[in-house]
């Protein structure tokens, strides 16, 4: 059936909610405002007629959509977060829809420096014809994530416009502070209640997720000597300096510049420094536990190695687990992953793409908290950016993907 959606309308309206999180805030949310949206959506869920749509004290929805089906069918979650990354500003977004696109650049009005090109966007190629959304040159867009908040929002109106539309019973889950890695801190999963679940979080249009990267990070906190510069031969070791050697003797085949598909990365994400102390933070990332293992022995023999030629100062590093590879659980449930295999050819896609994400997802730490959760296209592209875009006519699949989603786990139930 041709279904009437609302994506788009829905889309332009998130976004101009600012609803950035703040990695050095503690509280849960991160910031009040990404409250804002996540009101909009409680009330635009209970006018839908979800009656039990609640926002709770740390900025998560939660939402039922009943069964309309005799059948007993696993209950299952659609997830996705509504806060923007830090990265870029989140206000004020002005965003664009660029109808019929022919393959052009997109200069943004805002800042005519800011140029979507295709040269540099290769799924651009695939969008002749459709209608590009971006933002005004001076914002990112916010289609991460909120292009599969709109997404599942269209497809609850959906199912519950067309009773026909066979399902069970389907939880909806809005977290905050995904972007900063806190997306699941909070959440309350015997509330949640489902046993099966799908963050609607990726970019190409037609894929699916069931791996994502394991995930530490790690500080390296130096202590020096510290001396009057005037009066240091043979006493200062610059904290500083031992820093910058410790990080100039990363491997390039470490470094995310130098890596793709499979490949692991050792990557340093801030460095503060004075004479007496220095701190290196850093995430190291790789698709199995043992690659993570072998990824922090390196890191241990290269700070070994250059404390050596500093005998009076001292490196300690710390590693703590972020989040590890839902591929491990997934492969226990099967099913999860065919199932949205085959909503995919339902939706148009003959040959579903199947991919791991170089990233995590909240469907990461969420499948090691009893919720088997690969990860659906959203369609968003060049996420955290100014030059972040997303079609409409992706959008309108993903939701028709979450419609077919509903309807398969109630045929195979």
């Known amino acids: 059936m041709a279904f009437q959606h609302s994506v788009t309308e829905r889309f332009l309206r998130y976004v101009t909610v600012d609803t950035q999180s703040d990695p050095n805030s503690p509280t849960t949310p991160s910031t009040e405002k990404q409250k804002n949206l996540s009101r909009i ?6 006018e839908m007629g979800i009656d039990d749509a609640e926002l709770d004290q740390h900025g998560y929805v939660y939402a039922t959509i009943p069964s309309n089906t005799d059948k007993k069918v696993p209950v299952i979650c659609f997830c996705s977060h ?3 990354a830090p990265d870029c500003s989140g206000a004020n977004v002005k965003p664009i829809v660029h109808k019929n696109y022919q393959g052009q650049d997109l200069v943004l009005p805002d800042d005519t420096s800011v140029v979507i090109r295709k040269s540099e966007h290769e799924d651009l190629a695939h969008q002749i014809g459709n209608d590009i959304i971006t933002a005004s040159g001076t914002t990112l867009l916010g289609a991460d994530n909120k292009s599969g908040v709109a997404a599942i929002m269209d497809a609850a109106q959906i199912l519950l416009k067309n009773p026909q539309l066979k399902h069970g019973k389907i939880r909806i889950l809005f977290t905050p502070d995904e972007e ?3 997306g699941v801190d909070k959440v309350d ?3 949640l209640g489902a046993k099966y679940g799908y963050t609607i979080d990726g970019e190409a249009a037609g894929s699916v997720e069931g791996e994502t990267f394991s995930a530490d990070g790690a500080v390296i906190t130096i202590h020096g000597v510290a001396s009057h510069p005037g009066f240091a031969k043979g006493k200062m070791e610059n904290a500083q300096k031992i820093a910058a050697k410790i990080v100039a003797k990363f491997p390039d085949k470490l470094s995310p510049e130098h890596t793709d598909g499979m490949q692991g990365f050792i990557h340093p994400t801030s460095i503060e420094a004075n004479l ?3 701190t290196i933070k850093l995430i190291i990332r790789d698709f199995s536990d043992g690659g993570l293992k072998r990824h922090a022995k390196t890191l241990q023999r290269i700070v070994d190695g250059v404390m050596k030629g500093y005998p009076n100062s001292t490196a300690k590093i710390e590693i703590k687990e972020q989040y590890r590879n839902m591929g491990k659980v997934l492969r226990r449930h099967p099913q999860v992953m065919a199932h949205a295999e085959e909503a995919l050819r339902r939706a148009g896609f003959d040959k579903p793409l199947v991919r791991a994400i170089r990233g995590g997802t909240d469907g990461s730490r969420l499948s090691y908290m009893g919720l088997p959760c690969p990860n659906i296209f959203a369609g968003e592209h060049a996420f955290h950016s100014k030059v972040e875009w997303v079609s409409r006519q992706d959008m309108e699949k993903a939701a028709e993907t979450i ?7 109630e045929e195979r139930s």
Do not use: C, F, S, Y
């Open 41 to 46: 959506l409680v009330q635009e869920l209970k």
């Open 82 to 84: 509504v806060d923007t």
């Open 180 to 182: 900063i890695g806190r």
């Open 189 to 191: 999963m015997k509330k």
């Open 276 to 278: 007496e102390t220095a």
């Open 403 to 409: 419609v077919q989603l509903a309807q398969v786990w």
